[in-house]
Every structure is written in C-alpha cells, then in structure tokens.
C-alpha cells in the first residue's frame, strides 16, 4: 500500500521530467556504452552534487579561510586588511592576557561541568525501577534539554539576580537576609552558570545512561545474587563496568560541548562580572563583532579548533584501544 | 500452599506496592521541586507588576491578571519571530535530509571512483566545530549582503557530515536483493532511491529529521550575529533581545509570559514525538 502511493507519486515526478526526453535519451545512449564504474562514478557524483556544493562552502573552504584570515590584521568591514604572519597569535599565546583569562575560565567551566555525568548516572539509577508512573519523571527531567538556552538563561538569572528582583534574593528578603550577590561576584556567577547549564543538560547524560543500564543483562545480576552478592558490589562489578562505554562517550562530549560554552553567560552575564565569566567563543564574539577585528578573532578560533581537534583525536585513540564507541 | 502462607504472600506484596507508592512520591517531590523555577516562572507571568514589585517569591498567583499574557499574545513581533522559526527550521531541516540522503545514497551503494578519500573528507567535517569556520561564513555572507534574511539562516549545517553518516551507515543495512529486483524491473538509481531506500529508512528519517530542527530551532551563535534586525529573528533571538529592551525592572511578569511563550511550541513539540526523541537519542548518539 504505502510503496505503492510513493510509486505512484515517484510516477508522476518522472512524468514531468519528460520534457527533457531529447536530450536526455541521447546521453542515456551514451552512458549505457561506458564501463560500468565509470557509469556509477557519474551517478555517484550528481548523488552528491548537491552535498559537495554546500560542504565545500560552508565547511572546507571555511576552514582554510579561517587559517589565512588568522594570518592578518583584518577588520570586519574590510578596509584594513593586512598580512601580518603569526603576529596574532605571538600576541594572544604571550601578551594577551584577556585571552588567557578566558582560556582558564573555559576550562574552569569545563571541570564545574562534568559533574553532570554524574548527577546523570544518579538520576538513570533513580529512575531505572520497574515501577508504574515513573517514566513520567524521565521526560520531566529531559524536558528542559530541548528548550532554547534565551528561556533557560532568562529564567534562572531571574532566579539569582542579585538584588531584591531576583526570586532567591526576595525570599531571602522576607527574613531580613541576603542579598547575596549571584551574578555580581566572579566566583558565585561561574557557579550559577555551571549550575544553570546542569540544570538544562543533566537529561541528556540521563537518557544515555538509562540505555545503558537496560543494555546491561539482567542475566549478570540474578547470577551475581545467586552468588550471594549484595546491592553496593553488584552495582560496583556489574553496574558500574557495564556503563563504561556510555560514560566515555558522555565525557568526551561533555568537554566538547563546554569548551564551546556561549549562549548561557552571554543570556545570563553578558562576560561579567568584570570579564569573570567570559569563554573562549564569548571573547571571539566579542573581538569580532564589538570591536571588528576579525583576524585576531579567528586567530582565537584556530586555537580553539586545535584543543577541539586534539580532544576529538584523543577520543578516536580512546574508543579504538577500548574497543568503546562504534 | 497453605492458607497462611498465602496470606503472608498477599501482605508482602501489599508492602512491596506500599514502598513503590512511597518511592514514586519520594521521586516526585524532588521533580516538583528540581522543576520550581518552571512553576515559578509561570505563576509569574500571571501575576500584576504591583504585586511583583511588593513579592517576588511567592508561588500564589493573587491577584491574579492575564494582563502579561495578553499583551505577548497581542504583539505581532512575537508571532512573527514565531513564524521566522518555524520557516527557517522547516525548510533546513528538508534541505539538510534531502541533500545528505541523495550524498548518503552514492556512499551506501554505489561503487565508485574517489569514493573512499570523499567518505573521508565528508567524515573530517565530524571533528570541526561550528566556531572554526563561522567568521569566514559570516564574512561571505556580508559580502554577498545576504545578512537578515531567512536564507542566511537556512544555509549553514545543511551539508551535515553528521547526517550522512548516520543515512549511510543506515543504507547499507538494506538488503541488496530489494533493489536488484527493482533494477530488473528496469528501475534507475534515482528511482530506488525514491522508491525503495526512503521509505525503508523513515524511522531513522524521522529520528534524524526531530533532531535537526531542535538544534535549528535552538541555535543561537549564528542567528545573533547573522539576523539584527528584527524582522528576520527567530523566536529565541526575539525573546533575548525583548529581554535586553524590557530591562530587569520593569516588566517583570510580560518577560515571563514571553519566555514561556517561546518555550510553547518546542514542548508541544516534545510531547507530540516524545517517543521517537527518547528513543532517537541512542540513534543520534551513535551509541546504539
């Protein structure tokens, strides 16, 4: 039935393709008398036509872009374009110390943020029981995942805003304490934001791990009770080996996806307090977009995309030894 | 069995049944209260600005007004972005399908010169994030004047290597012997390709398809430094720069109606292909 429709439909796209019959009929000719690799090299090519096209501009030439532009003083206007060698990047590896600033942040919110992983684990474990109702708490906890981060961010900035306008700081108020100053101290600001973002992402690691857990043979743990042994080692030498290949693919990825850390603190702290919480990806938007210099922002870019490459090469190295991955 | 031990039988299970009940309740009041900002956000945006300039922690809409929300439901601003979103997302999401399948259809079947340097140079694009290219992508669309319009938005990510891997890997668990019988009947590749291969592959069609127009939809770097003038933002830009124009201060509950207002349509969303999400995760992960 449903082949049928779509053949039917296939039918009348062909039948509108007739037109150009005259000239395709020839070449159909010609194509059925070369060799058949040859043949199939032409269809696989016009297959992925379309692909290529936006691949290559979108993606390859882009990348040899970023490279060559790194390379120059180059404003975003494009008046001032200059070449001037590795100069970027002596300064934004010696002098720049804004850059380095936002290096170690992005790798402060890189360690705040793999504990998620395992507020994850603690939530699959929670709700990996065969009780009714309980998938219900799976989408709960899932749910702000898909949610933008401008609703996150506005939302739980309004619950931390330092003054009497935020939700904690009015509670506080009612008994005379407070306010404490969330997103106007460094340090508090960076907790926020690392919370914020456990808050949206945990139900991604959540999900991941209760695939996991249901991968994991019930077979192992009726033997291990036969065994005699109790909760705490059956989850240790049963539990625990069996998510290893989830919990290495939830780490590499949480690094990457914190190493990129932009919407939440440009929502939430604008960079602030006093550059506190800027990342990497904040400075290179503000570099390129606040104060046009393009060169010197994709000069932080290449950077970023050699740590990223070496993380994503460390993780190909780690999955093939392991055996982990696919 | 004796009467006693089914007795006690019975009465274990009703202990069993009374601890999953207590579990369940134990469970949901940690949600209750890991979800309280949600709550809070909501009972805000129905609350009068007077009575959230005197208590702002409270979790009892009274006074009650719907004040806030008719105001976000009457701004034409908001249904438009709305509009821009679905617009953008929809027509990226059949784009990046329809280019990557055709691309994933060559690498799955068709036996190829420079097939296996192509594979690669298309898997490569695994490992490049987004902001290694962004600038130079930026600087072509200036120079093409192709900032703040939809296309601008459209575009970049629908040559995802990520899609035609996962397509491709996909296609190659098709039996061979369904095509064959279809190139007897005389079928074209093109015509397979339509006719066979798609409608075998609807279930991770639609998995990849859910996930493509969620990132879409949610994307942020590139529509805030792409689309600046309002006509052309999408609903999560609107409601960030809404958030900018309104300030802290002074219209607290109408921000909170917006936010849940751009929140809507994606967990409407959510709930419409919950099952295909949560079991498409495994899939896009490409842990399963």
Same mark, same amino acid.
């Given at each position: 039935m449903m082949s049928f429709s779509v053949e039917r439909m296939v039918d009348s796209l062909f039948g509108l393709f007739e037109v150009f019959n005259p000239i395709v009929e020839p070449y159909r000719r010609f194509h059925e008398k070369l060799p058949p690799k040859i043949q199939q090299t032409i269809t696989a090519f016009l297959f992925i036509l379309p692909f290529g096209i936006l691949y290559a501009i979108f993606t390859v030439l882009p990348i040899f872009q970023t490279f060559y532009i790194s390379l120059h003083k180059w404003e975003i206007m494009g008046t001032n374009i200059r070449y001037i060698g590795l100069k970027n990047f002596e300064r934004l590896l010696t002098r720049d110390t804004q850059f380095h600033q936002a290096f170690e942040q992005t790798i402060l919110f890189v360690a705040l943020t793999i504990p998620i992983i395992f507020v994850g684990l603690f939530f699959a474990l929670m709700l990996n029981?065969?009780?009714?109702?309980?998938?219900i708490f799976r989408t709960i906890f899932y749910l702000?995942?898909?949610?933008?981060v401008t609703v996150i961010g506005l939302i739980w900035s309004r619950v931390f805003a330092?003054?009497?306008?935020g939700l904690i700081n009015a509670f506080l108020e009612q008994f005379n304490a407070g306010p404490i100053p969330f997103l106007d101290q460094g340090d508090l600001a960076t907790l926020v934001v690392s919370f914020t973002t456990l808050w949206w992402t945990v139900g991604f690691s959540m999900l991941i791990f209760l695939a996991g857990l249901q991968d994991i043979s019930q077979a192992l743990y009726d033997a291990a009770k036969v065994d005699g042994a109790n909760r705490w080692q059956q989850f240790r030498h049963i539990t625990i080996p069996g998510l290893r290949r989830p919990f290495a693919f939830l780490c590499i990825l949480q690094v990457i996806a914190s190493f990129q850390i932009f919407g939440q603190v440009d929502v939430m702290t604008g960079g602030g307090p006093?550059?506190?919480?800027?990342t990497i990806v904040y400075n290179i938007f503000e570099t390129s977009f606040?104060?046009?210099?393009v060169g010197y922002g994709t000069a932080m870019a290449v950077i970023m995309f050699a740590v990223l490459l070496a993380i994503s090469l460390f993780q190909l190295a780690l999955f093939r030894d392991q055996g982990i991955g696919s | 069995m004796t009467v006693v031990g089914a007795d006690l039988k019975r009465k274990r299970e009703l202990l069993e049944r009374r601890r999953a009940s207590l579990y369940v309740l134990a469970v949901g009041l940690f949600a209750l209260l890991w979800m309280l900002p949600v709550v809070w956000t909501v009972v805000t945006s129905f609350r009068p600005e007077t009575a959230l300039q005197r208590n702002?922690?409270?979790?009892?809409?009274?006074?009650?007004?719907?004040e806030n929300w008719s105001f976000i439901l009457k701004s034409s601003q908001l249904w438009k972005w709305l509009g821009n979103s679905v617009f953008v997302s929809t027509t990226h999401t059949l784009a990046q399908l329809t280019v990557c399948a055709l691309a994933a259809y060559a690498f799955a079947r068709l036996d190829f010169y420079f097939k296996r340097p192509l594979y690669i140079l298309v898997l490569t694009g695994?490992?490049?994030?987004?902001e290694a290219t962004f600038l130079p992508v930026y600087l072509l669309f200036s120079n093409l004047k192709l900032?703040?319009?939809l296309i601008a938005l459209i575009?970049?990510?629908?040559?995802s290597s990520f899609a035609v891997f996962l397509l491709t890997q996909f296609f190659r668990g098709i039996p061979l012997e369904l095509e064959e019988a279809a190139m007897m009947d005389g079928a074209g590749r093109f015509r397979i390709f339509l006719i066979i291969i798609i409608p075998l592959s609807t279930p991770v069609i639609t998995a990849l398809a859910i996930f493509t127009f969620l990132g879409n939809w949610n994307s942020y770097l590139w529509p805030i430094i792409s689309a600046?003038?309002? =006509? @052309?933002?999408t609903i999560v830009i609107g409601l960030r720069k809404l958030n900018q124009a309104w300030? =802290? @201060?002074?219209f607290y509950g109408r921000d909170m109606a917006a936010a849940i207002f751009t929140a809507l349509p994606i967990i409407i969303f959510f709930f419409v292909f919950q099952r295909r999400i949560i079991s498409g995760i495994a899939i896009n992960s490409g842990i399963k």
């Open positions: 029981r065969p009780i009714k109702g309980i998938g702000p995942n898909i949610i933008a330092s003054s009497g306008r006093a550059g506190n919480t800027r606040l104060y046009f210099q | 702002l922690a409270s979790l009892i809409p009274y006074p009650f007004t719907t695994l490992m490049v994030p987004f900032h703040n319009t575009l970049p990510g629908i040559a600046t003038s309002s =006509d @052309v933002y300030g =802290d @201060v002074n």
